[in-house]
């Protein structure tokens, strides 16, 4: 069984959400908060494994509630799953870079917020939808002055370069032991490396890195 807490603004938000998980046989409720600052203290209190978080709530924001959370969190760290109504919020990709494990639409199915639940509780991030890689490519593809300079990869083996720029694709793990020809049990081992070698705790800020270090490239027209 998964706990989830729900934080956002929006009553009948959470009360749909709320709802959505009570009716589900591997979740269980958690708690709700109505802003970033409940989230916080309740994420210290209940400890739940994943929390759906709006971005625009009062007295503070998903991102500064996610930040805090994930840094205040010690050894059992919650997978954050960002839920907005906007699908090139770019409030959204500095939540990623704070190390949220992706994000859904609001108006999502049902299922889908469901699969995604179970998606990051086996540590995996939810980057497929192609609503994800629009996000980053548009926050990402242009380097500016204000542009930081990106992580050293000469720190990763050349195996650990081509997995990260698969991830950085969108792959998942068994798209990239198919192509790779490798076991799905290694492919884990080394974005297991990688992540730890960038110093970063998320697969969502592992594809972040990549489209920042231009290992990969945005596509044109996206």
Do not use: C, W
């Not at 046989?25 to 400890?47: F, W």
């Not at 730890?196 to 270090?213: H, I, N």
Request: no cysteine; proline share 5%; glycine share 8%.
């Amino acid at each position: 069984m998964a706990s989830v807490l729900i934080a956002d603004d929006q009553v009948l938000v959470r009360a749909g959400f709320a709802a959505l998980v009570e009716g589900a046989p591997n979740l269980t409720l958690a708690g709700q908060a109505s802003n970033g600052m409940e989230a916080v203290e309740m994420a210290a209190r209940l400890r739940p494994e994943v929390i759906l978080m709006d971005i625009r709530m009062p007295d503070l924001d998903g991102i500064g509630a996610t930040s805090r959370i994930l840094a205040e969190a010690g050894e059992r760290v919650p997978q954050i799953i960002i839920v907005t109504s906007f699908d090139l919020d770019e409030y959204v990709y500095d939540a990623l870079r704070a190390g949220a494990a992706g994000f859904l639409l609001k108006d999502s199915a049902p299922e889908v917020l469901l699969d995604g639940i179970h998606t990051v509780t086996l540590g995996n991030s939810i980057l497929s939808p192609s609503v994800t890689r629009r996000l980053i490519e548009t926050f990402v593809s242009v380097p500016g002055p204000s542009t930081q300079p990106p992580p050293l990869l000469d720190r990763l083996t050349g195996r650990e370069v081509e997995v990260l720029r698969l991830v950085g694709g969108g792959l998942s793990n068994s798209d990239i032991a198919e192509k790779l020809v490798i076991s799905e049990a290694t492919v884990k081992t080394h974005v297991n490396r990688t992540l730890s070698k960038l110093d970063v705790s998320t697969r969502a800020q592992a594809v972040v890195l990549a489209y920042e270090t231009g290992l990969v490239r945005p596509r044109s027209g996206a």
